[in-house]
């Protein structure tokens, strides 16, 4: 093992005390709505940490569960209500839903300003357009993490390995963008040849979803290796990458658990703090 470890966990408790810092000059405590449909074990897990993260930073956690039999509509009454609620600040609609319900429509029906995954389609327009908006959690806490290590991306071979609207594309919106400036490439499922393509990465980040498909023979010496899978299996959380054979030939490597996964909620709190800020203004 001779890469540097990237600690989420300790990025993340820096972004956390910045917003709780943030949060208590306000004079008011920002609203972050959370809507769980079903019985999702993973779903009900990741909403009770994104509430307590809510809750320790000094936000208001207002918390929402239908059934998995909810109707579109009882799910979509639900978000509208939020949207015009004025102690709402942030709405969030975890994923996936179960059953026929349609996301995209869900989520489209979230008022922008209240979007904090960064989901909606107006606010992935306005990340193509290169504008201010809400950001998506797990993206922006990479390019934090980055940021924190002060691990250039400027002029930078980035390969992304997933092209989800989760992850893979808003990411390679965010690597390319005017002030990251990295070279981008998204590869996927499709692409011819692998391990040619992030043999070439300076920074490359894993987000599909396959338990250690990224493995020495794809890595360049020295390169970043971002690891966004969470895989859940009898031994607990793993990533898409082989971290003990991988860590050996990294520059530098998130682990998992502790690596992108505390970064996600942490950017949520931020973008809570920030569609506060702005829609209160
Ligand atoms: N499910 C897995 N990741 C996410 C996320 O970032 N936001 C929401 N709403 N659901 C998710």
Known sequence: ?????????????????????????????PGLATVLVGDDPASHAYVRGKRRDAEQVGMTSIHHELPATASQGEVAGLVADLNSDDDVDGVLVQLPL??????????????????????????????????????????????????????????????????????GRPLGLLLSAKGADATVTVAHSRTNDLAAVTSKADILVAAAGVIGMITPEHVKPGATVIDVGINRTDQGLVGDVDYEAVADIAGAITPVPGGVGPMTRAMLLSNTLTAAESRRR
Do not use: W
């Open 1 to 29: 093992m001779s890469a540097r470890v990237l600690d989420g966990k300790a990025v993340a408790a820096a972004v956390k005390s910045e917003v709780a810092e943030a949060v208590a000059g306000l004079g008011y405590s």
């Open 98 to 167: 179960p059953g026929d319900l349609d996301s995209e429509a869900i989520v489209e029906g979230i008022d922008p300003r209240k979007d904090v995954d960064g989901l909606h389609p107006f606010n992935l327009g306005l990340l193509t357009l290169g504008r201010q908006g809400l950001r998506p959690c797990t993206p922006s806490g990479v390019l934090r993490i980055l940021d924190h290590y002060e691990i250039p991306t400027n002029g930078q071979t980035a390969v992304i390995v997933g092209r989800s609207f989760l992850v």
